[in-house]
């Protein structure tokens, strides 16, 4: 992972003459120079994860678009009241896509498209509160119908106090770049003039495509891991020369 970058400009800045003045400002000579050191440093913490979010869905055909969403309906209904029965509150769970499209067959002899029935496919994103909930949630969906679990992603429910740890990290090795080389220039760091951060954000460590594993007949297997969470912050100092 790349720690830090550091590098030593020199800017040009113009003084004002008088308070507030702009029109026809023109820049005094002795401070008209003034050097700066900019560096950038990444901090990282770990968290573990205590929440995950599970998108389940359900694709059915059939010769008729009516059909094809009643057959869906009632899957998804089922699904749905076993994730309840296997302790998550109705309210967690939502409705992320739901969409009806042609199914057609290709005639390579007439080089045409026919319909020849209708696509049904209707997801809903499960917010799992406990861990421990996740592996029976799956197992009770795809024991009701689900043939599609889009992906299971992992995050935590308060993760402020890690992107802290991660900020004040990336802040600390930021201004031990800038000292260092304030010092090797043959001067000191001076006041800080801008600082900025970016998120990198927590990543999922597990993701989960298991639409091969409908007819699993053991419970699934399911390690949350560790999230890791980075910020990196762009800082620059005054450079105050002693020679």
Known sequence: MRRATSILVFSIFSTLPGAGSVAGAQ???SDSMRAEIVTAATGEAQ??????????????RAVTAAAAARDNAQRQRAI?????AAGVAREQ???ENYSVAPNTRYDQATQRSTVVGYIVSNVVRVEVRRIDQVASV????????????????FFASNSDSARHVAIAQAVARARAD???LARAAGGSLGALVELST???GPRPMYRLDVRSA??????????????????????????????
């Open 27 to 29: 820049a005094t000579r």
């Open 47 to 60: 968290f573990v994860p205590d929440r995950a979010a599970v998108y389940v869905g359900v694709e059915t």
């Open 80 to 84: 749905i009241d076993a994730v309840v």
């Open 93 to 95: 769970i939502t409705t």
């Open 138 to 153: 799956l197992d009770a969906a795809l024991a009701k119908g689900a043939n599609q679990i889009n992906s299971l992603d």
């Open 178 to 180: 800038a000292e260092t």
């Open 198 to 200: 970016a998120d990198g």
């Open 214 to 243: 409908v007819a699993a007949a053991t419970p699934t297997p399911i390690e949350p891991g560790q999230q890791r969470i980075q910020v990196t912050v762009n800082a620059r100092w005054r450079f105050i020369s002693t020679r």
